[in-house]
Structures are given as structure tokens and as C-alpha cells.
């Protein structure tokens, strides 16, 4: 590595040490990584028990669309005037 400055071999001095303190085995999310997981899943509860009380009151009733029932009654009024 005759090409490298100084600095450069000093911070890859620094960086490898500390690569080699950390075991890729040990290292975990902790308390607070499983803390915000259950907040999360909590959140998600409740807004899908929420969602689920919220869609259970809806009555949807569809007004019957006008533009299909003169198009059947033209059909209708069609068909039964013509004779063979």
C-alpha cells in the first residue's frame, strides 16, 4: 500500500479495530428495538379494530341508476309492441 496518505492507513487502522470488537453474533436490537415493535403492533391493532367497528356501521344502500331503468323500460316497451 506504498500509494495510500497517511491519514487514509490511519483511519483504516481505526476502522478495523473496530470491526473487530463488534461480534456480528452478539449484536441484537435490544430493549428499545423490541419497545418499538410493540408499539408498533399495538398501533396496528387497535387501527384494524377501529377499521373493523368503523366498516360494520356503514349501510350502503345503491340508488338505483335512472339511466339503466329507461334503457329497460325502452326495451321492454320495444319488445312487447312488435308482433310477428
Do not use: C, Q, Y
Request: glycine content about 6%.
Amino acid at each position: 500500500m506504498p500509494d495510500m496518505s497517511a491519514s487514509a492507513s490511519l483511519a483504516m487502522t481505526h476502522l478495523t479495530t473496530l470491526a473487530k470488537e463488534v461480534d456480528e453474533d452478539k449484536v441484537t436490537p435490544g430493549v428499545l428495538g423490541f419497545i418499538v415493535f410493540a408499539v408498533m403492533a399495538l398501533a396496528v391493532w387497535g387501527l384494524m379494530k377501529s377499521m373493523n367497528r368503523h366498516m360494520s356501521r356503514v349501510d350502503f344502500k345503491e340508488a338505483p341508476d335512472p339511466k339503466a331503468d329507461a334503457g329497460n323500460a325502452r326495451d321492454t316497451s320495444a319488445s312487447g309492441s312488435a308482433k310477428p
